[in-house]
């Protein structure tokens, strides 16, 4: 099993940044990658550091992982009022670990 918690939402006037934390407990020698979703994935991370980003963040977002912290993080700059909603974190291991989500909210 894997546990996931997330945290550094918020609220934030456009163009701002917030980071985001997703930090992995139990198993984590079972994750291979974890990602950002919100209404669809936003960034992944694979254990060898492949990176994938949405269109819709290239370039404002980026992600990176501790893998001795067993955190990946979600730094976001020039945040858009479409960008808020409730931010999740997957491990995908022996199967998809989610964490409880962390609200975003941009204001224009």
């Known amino acids: 099993q894997v546990q996931l918690v997330e945290s550094g939402g918020g609220v934030v006037q456009a163009g701002g940044s917030l980071r985001l934390s997703c930090a992995a407990s139990?198993?984590?020698?079972?994750?291979?990658?974890m990602a950002w979703y919100r209404h669809d994935l936003v960034a992944s991370i694979t254990s060898g550091g492949s990176?994938?980003?949405?269109?819709s963040v290239k370039g404002r977002f980026a992600i990176s992982r501790d893998s001795a912290k067993n955190t990946v993080y979600l730094q976001m700059n020039n945040l858009r009022p479409e960008d808020s909603a409730v931010y999740y974190c997957?491990?995908?291991?022996?199967?998809?670990?989610w964490g409880q989500g962390t609200q975003v909210t941009v204001s224009s």
């Open positions: 990176r994938n980003y949405s269109d």
């Open positions: 139990g198993s984590v020698n079972d994750i291979n990658s």
């Open positions: 997957e491990a995908d291991g022996y199967r998809d670990y």
